[in-house]
RNA sequence: GUGGGAUUAGCUCAGUUGGUUAGAGUGCCAGAUUGUGGCUCUGGAGGUCGUGGGUUCGAUUCCCAUAUCCCACCCCA
């Protein structure tokens, strides 16, 4: 019989890496509500065609990267391969286009792409993300950007640039599409086979292309940020403008296109050099036309997607102080008939809040002396007869190797205390 | 989807120019005269040498296939 191992592109997540993903969630919710935003829980997968709508039927994702499969229904279902499609349908089923605007959200998920496996790219991931329904104006761009900012830095995060750009509105793309093929045209036949197909359904990706074919054609290509319409282009003045304001440094990169379909006006993403090729932590942007798409009323929204896995590696490669599991308090050994008692006490400890363990393995009591050391307690004691009868224990401090003699009730005020200022 | 590297104990890795019962360090369990940990010493458990074929008297070692992991391309978080 083989071995069952977790399939490929997935991974378990252990102790004591869980205590750095708790405490990056941690923050992210908090940061998250200090700007307003309310967590949202979605379902894991949803019906084939809200992607396919939703997502774009052209991208990559869709066509080649959907774990899709039909249900005992028969209906085609597909694992959620990012967040935003499900939440505007959820925004839309829930009637929150009537909630006070803005409506903004925030979640925690897992998404699942099937890709080849690389650094920092798994086929089951990670991603926090916010997405704000309802306005249209260049603050919230700014907004969001600055939680991000808040977010890092509280995390401790550096070295991460910005890189911003606007992909324009239906309008001046349509334009601008007909421009670049018109520059594009007598070049044609140097572009990569990709690209060459890409030229008649979506120009814009050619922009993105890395083959070394492309790249010089692309470099004197016009771009899309020259060529904006009067009203875009305020909107992407006004959101550098408001980033100024809140003095966070920005690179305008005018490569940036983004993978989704949806995205219309700013676009941005959060670079890092650290984690391999795939040094994007966070992408994000406008989407002013993905409501309308899903099948509800024109409602302008934008939102971000970070990933996970990929920020805990940047915070490693940084050497960021993470926080390690927390450190259990006191260890109860058990002696001889004794255990009932040290067990009783060990319960009442734990209904103070206080992080106690005693033996559960009938362990001599070198070796339950042993585990406690292992396994850094703060401080132990023994229970025996002695301890019963007198009332009294000699709590251990493991650090200083010192004992002192207390009453039960003083032990407990103490370890309390001393968790408290542990938090 | 294309290409390169890897796979031997829970972990990090030696090794056999093809030859009986495959090693180290670390970790785990136990003990060093039965009321006290981190040092030391002793012992123990733990591997069908990724899986399936082939060559051979004999394969963990050579060949082929396959799986998984790592890395790059593409794309993305």
Same mark, same amino acid.
């Given at each position: 019989m083989s071995k069952i191992s977790a399939p490929k592109g997935t991974r378990d997540i252990l102790p004591p890496e869980t205590a750095a993903w708790q405490h990056a969630e941690k923050v992210f919710a908090d940061v998250c509500s200090r700007y307003g935003y309310q967590e949202i829980r979605i379902p894991t997968f949803e019906q084939t065609e809200l992607f396919q709508r939703g997502v774009g039927d052209t991208t990559d994702v869709v066509q080649k990267e959907m774990y899709t499969f039909d249900d005992k229904g028969g209906r085609s279902m597909t694992l $959620?391969?990012?967040g935003t499609a499900g939440v505007v349908r959820s925004y839309l089923e829930n009637g929150m286009? =009537?909630?006070?605007?803005?409506v903004r959200l925030f979640y925690n998920i897992t998404a699942f792409r099937y890709e080849k496996m690389q650094? &920092? $790219? #798994?086929r089951e991931f990670h991603q926090f993300g916010c997405e704000v329904f309802g306005s249209e104006g260049p603050i919230v761009d700014a907004e969001l950007v600055s939680l991000l900012d808040l977010y890092f830095r509280e995390l401790g995060l550096k070295e991460t640039s910005l890189r911003i750009n606007s992909i324009g509105c239906p309008v001046c793309r349509a334009e601008y599409n007909q421009k670049l093929k018109d520059y594009l045209a007598p070049h044609l036949d140097a572009l990569c086979e990709t690209c060459q197909s890409r030229y008649d359904r979506n120009p814009l990706r050619i922009i993105d292309c890395k083959e070394t074919s492309c790249k010089p054609i692309v470099r004197e290509a016009p771009a899309l940020l020259d060529n904006l319409c009067p009203e875009c282009q305020t909107h992407f003045d006004g959101f550098c403008k408001h980033l100024e304001e809140l003095e966070i440094n920005y690179t305008i990169d005018k490569g940036i296109v983004r @993978?989704?379909?949806? #995205? !219309?006006r700013t676009v941005f993403e959060f670079v =890092?050099?650290?984690? &391999? !090729?795939? @040094? !994007?932590i966070c992408g994000g942007g406008r989407y002013d036309g993905l409501v309308e798409q899903v099948g509800g009323q024109p409602t302008p929204g934008i939102g971000f997607a970070l990933g996970v896995e990929r920020l805990l590696m940047e915070l490693e490669q940084q050497q960021a102080a993470m926080p390690g599991p927390a450190r259990p308090s006191i260890y109860i050994a058990a002696l001889g008939d004794a255990g009932d008692q040290a067990r009783k006490w060990t319960w009442k400890l734990r209904s103070l809040g206080i992080r106690a363990e005693t033996d559960?393995? &009938? $362990? =001599?009591l070198k070796a339950q002396m042993k585990y406690a050391g292992k396994q850094s307690f703060r401080f132990s004691t023994v229970i025996g007869d002695d301890e019963i009868t007198a009332g009294k224990i000699r709590l251990k401090d493991m650090n200083e190797h010192s004992e002192s003699e207390v009453s039960f009730e003083q032990a407990e005020a103490l370890l309390a205390d001393h968790q408290k200022q542990q938090g």
């Open positions: $959620r391969p990012e286009a =009537s909630l006070p605007s803005p650094k &920092g $790219r #798994y @993978g989704l379909d949806y #995205y !219309t =890092s050099e650290h984690v &391999g !090729t795939q @040094g !994007t559960l393995m &009938g $362990r =001599s």
